[in-house]
């Protein structure tokens, strides 16, 4: 009776840990996909346009080329972006840096608000069409619209619900994001760039990143034919325009990982390129930009306001503006700037004064950090003491009903997690961010598959290396149901760390996407493991019953 008491709580305990780890993991995710920024509600008003005296455009219309995916590396190769290398010689270029989560929709957010994508308002994954947030924030075409000029999108569908269409004057949206797409896309924009009567203009070619995902990746020949097309439909946008009076922008919004994906921490997926060639510009290779600084630098060279919301640098050392906005800029940045902090300030307290500087975004984004890391301090202490008591407890138990075996137990929980990622990094060449998941199925599946090879192995080297089989049924169950829960601890640590640092579930900031990610993997493998333990318990007991009835017979 004992035994059976024994085993009944230990398997109750690991299907409740079970059905914990499922609804951790999924509230997880779900908290994550409704993240919204906290300025949702209490977004900063506009300022005024920064328009020259005279009334003189600096520029005519600005045509900005988003290519979806297009890495660093692949826009610098000559022969498969002639064109693009060509325009790159006589106009601005630079190296964009971008931040997790490196997911299109986000990315976008970022690309014409000038906000990251805790601030931005746009959404923090990629969502389904229906469940596309529109941006509450302000943003280049929001601003555009108000200064009087028109504005025109063609591209992927989601920018239908992104931008706020009554900033749209005209658009043409596709579901689709192969090569016929983008011819699609840039037939439905060549009217629009040769009757010349649209001042900002967003065309977006996506085959680049349906190569990536499904055609093998930036390792496979397709990516570069993918990019050639790119770079064709390019040349194409260019002869429509005079860059003596337009400019046009060419841009990404992420890289790809070399198997394809992205969404991670990656460097490669976290580089795009910058090339800013035409009327405006004062051609050159620059420093290095942050993403941010992409919206406020357009906005600028529209006569538009800084964007109210952007956290970016006005890259002015690019641009050919009149001395009056030159001189009208500083006040601006630092109204704007001011506005921003003392918004997000009130939402989640903690203020913090920026300090006297000549760089006036740095030392406003420094304070903007700075109260967020407040609050977040102050969050995180009583995350970290229920942690380390979740931590510890497991640990009593295991010293005192196990202390004779608790040395293999460890060996062969290490075991499993250790066969787990050489499969999962080693063999299949997988990354520990989110670039490597391709869908909830997919994580499912593969973790299912990989944890139950992983389990069976360690689970034979510590039944054989104990003698669990030639126990009596009942404790060769135990054993099997102790290096369970073992696992479990182990597989519960980074969970604890990722609850610690980002809490149990995304709130008013974005999480540590490192942490997070290995957290979330946890969850996974946990309640995988507890399933699977409590399966190999039962085969357990009934190996080691027809052992004992064999060994029984033989004497």
């Not at 923090?124 to 943003?139: I, L, S, V």
Request: glycine share 6%; aromatic share 8%; hydrophobic share 45%.
């Amino acid at each position: 009776m004992k035994n059976f008491i024994a085993i009944s709580l230990r398997v109750i305990i690991c299907l409740l840990l079970a059905g914990l780890a499922y609804t951790l993991a999924t509230a997880m995710m779900n908290s994550l996909y409704a993240y919204r920024s906290p300025l949702h509600d209490r977004a900063p008003a506009p300022g005024q346009p920064l328009k020259p005296a005279n009334g003189d455009p600096v520029t005519r219309r600005v045509v900005i080329v988003l290519i979806d995916a297009l890495r660093e590396d692949t826009s610098r190769n000559s022969q498969a972006m002639p064109f693009l290398n060509s325009l790159r010689q006589k106009g601005a270029s630079a190296t964009v840096h971008s931040r997790p989560p490196s997911y299109s929709a986000p990315s976008y957010s970022v690309l014409l608000t000038g906000a990251w994508p805790d601030v931005s308002d746009g959404p923090a994954m990629n969502q389904d069409y229906a469940e596309m947030p529109t941006w509450t924030q302000d943003n280049l075409f929001s601003a555009a619209h108000r200064s009087g000029l028109k504005t025109a999108v063609s591209g992927f569908n989601w920018f239908e619900r992104l931008i706020p269409q009554k900033d749209v004057d005209a658009s043409f949206y596709t579901p689709l994001e192969d090569r016929e797409a983008d011819r699609q896309v840039v037939n439905a924009a060549m009217p629009w760039l040769q009757q010349g009567d649209y001042q900002l203009v967003l065309i977006h070619l996506d085959q680049v990143d349906f190569a990536g995902h499904h055609e093998g990746g930036p390792d496979d020949p397709r990516w570069l034919d993918a990019a050639k097309r790119a770079d064709k439909h390019l040349q194409d946008i260019a002869s429509t325009l005079d860059l003596s009076k337009d400019t046009l922008l060419v841009i990404s919004d992420h890289g790809q990982i070399d198997q394809g994906g992205h969404g991670g921490t990656e460097a490669v997926v976290l580089t795009e390129p910058f090339v800013l060639a035409g009327a405006g510009v004062i051609p050159g290779h620059y420093a290095d930009l942050e993403q941010v600084d992409v919206a406020p630098t357009l906005s600028v060279l529209l006569g538009l306001n800084v964007l109210a919301s952007s956290q970016g640098h006005v890259r002015s050392e690019m641009l050919a503006l009149p001395p009056d906005v030159v001189a009208a800029l500083p006040g601006a940045l630092q109204a704007q700037q001011s506005q921003l902090l003392k918004a997000y300030q009130s939402v989640i307290g903690y203020p913090v004064n920026p300090k006297p500087a000549g760089d006036i975004v740095a030392a406003t984004q420094v304070a903007l950090e700075k109260s967020r890391q407040q609050r977040l301090n102050t969050e995180r202490l009583p995350r970290a003491i229920l942690a380390l008591v979740l931590a510890v407890l497991p640990l009593v138990w295991l010293v005192k009903t196990r202390r004779r075996e608790l040395v293999w137990l460890l060996i062969a929980a290490l075991l499993y997690i250790i066969l787990y990622n050489i499969r999962y990094a080693v063999l299949d060449g997988r990354h520990y961010t989110l670039s490597s998941v391709i869908s909830a199925s997919d994580i499912f599946v593969y973790s299912a598959v990989t944890a139950a090879i992983a389990m069976l192995i360690s689970w034979l080297i510590l039944s054989f290396r104990l003698g669990g089989f030639r126990q009596p049924p009942a404790q060769a169950s135990l054993l099997t149901l102790d290096w369970t829960l073992t696992t479990i601890y182990l597989l519960a640590l980074p969970v604890l760390w990722s609850f610690i640092l980002n809490g149990p579930l995304i709130s008013w900031t974005l999480p540590d996407f490192p942490s997070m990610f290995l957290g979330f993997v946890s969850l996974v493998q946990l309640m995988l493991v507890a399933v699977i333990g409590v399966v190999l318990a039962a085969l357990a007991a009934l190996i080691a019953r027809l052992t004992t009835r064999r060994l029984s017979g033989s004497s």
